[in-house]
Nanobody
Framework: QVQLVESGGGLVQAGGSLRLSCVVSGYTFRSFDMGWFRQAPGKEREFVAAISRSAGRTDYSVSVKGRFAISRDNTKNTQWLQMSSLKPEDTAVYYC??????????????????WGQGTQVTVSS
């Protein structure tokens, strides 16, 4: 079965950087569009970033655009989320997600078929 495993979360001071990784197994990685979502305590899961199968298209939420960068390597079955200029409001559990490739970038959580277990990111002020 398809498995997504995130890593790279942790505690960082405001203004710092972290890079999250997500390794996919159990299916052909290059057939998936990939996304990152996050969920803070008491809040709904929200879209962060997404990347198409070939990495030719990306999309970001307004709150992270210009600070975060999504990337992937189809030879390594891995996607990354480089997070810079982190703010306390970026604190959340970050989830990796996958969906069979589409003609558009999916930004709703209910559009994704597969999910990782999540990794905690905490930004201190």
């Amino acid at each position: 079965q398809v498995q997504l495993v995130e890593s790279g979360g942790g505690l960082v001071q405001a203004g710092g950087s972290l890079r999250l990784s997500c390794v996919v197994s159990g299916y052909t990685f290059r057939s998936f569009d990939m996304g990152w979502f996050r969920q803070a305590p008491g809040k709904e899961r929200e879209f962060v970033a997404a990347i198409s199968r070939s990495a030719g298209r990306t999309d970001y939420s307004v709150s992270v655009k210009g600070r975060f960068a999504i990337s992937r390597d189809n030879t390594k079955n891995t996607q990354w989320l480089q997070m810079s200029s982190l703010k306390p409001e970026d604190t959340a559990v970050y989830y990796c997600a996958a969906v069979q490739g589409r003609s558009y970038i999916a930004t709703r959580s209910d559009e994704y078929d597969y999910w990782g277990q999540g990794t905690q990111v905490t930004v201190s002020s």
